[in-house]
């Protein structure tokens, strides 16, 4: 069963717009970067993301929004725990991130 892999940040406010660019275009390179230890081609299936625009107010600080699809949990857990490169960008912003916010949810299952 697919993954959705919902990720949410609120970068710190002195943190140069360059820098959130850069850790903004890093999170959309990780489809191409992140390999499959075993087929050794990239897995994740979808990467999208952008500022927030909404209008309701309901953000809480919230600035930017990822949304991820893998094709199953393995796929995620290999991504959250083990992926080189997806380590490489957690390290990168944990020091420009005030607040991440994480959901995953598989489609349909309530």
Avoid at 5 to 34: G, N, R, Y
Avoid at 57 to 81: C, K, M, P, S
Wanted: aromatic residues 10%; glycine residues 6%.
């Amino acid at each position: 069963m697919s993954i959705t892999h919902i990720v949410m940040f609120q970068f710190k406010p002195e943190t140069p717009a360059q820098l959130v660019d850069d850790a903004c275009q890093w999170m959309l390179s990780l489809k191409e970067k992140c390999i499959h230890p075993t087929s050794q081609n990239p897995y994740i299936q979808m990467s999208s993301g952008g500022t927030d625009n909404s209008k309701e107010g309901l953000q809480n600080g919230i600035t930017h929004a990822f949304v991820v699809e893998f094709a199953n949990a393995e796929d995620r857990d290999y991504y959250v725990d083990k992926d080189p490169a997806h380590q490489e960008f957690v390290q990168y912003v944990k020091g420009i991130i005030q607040k991440a916010q994480v959901i995953d949810f598989t489609p349909g299952l309530f």
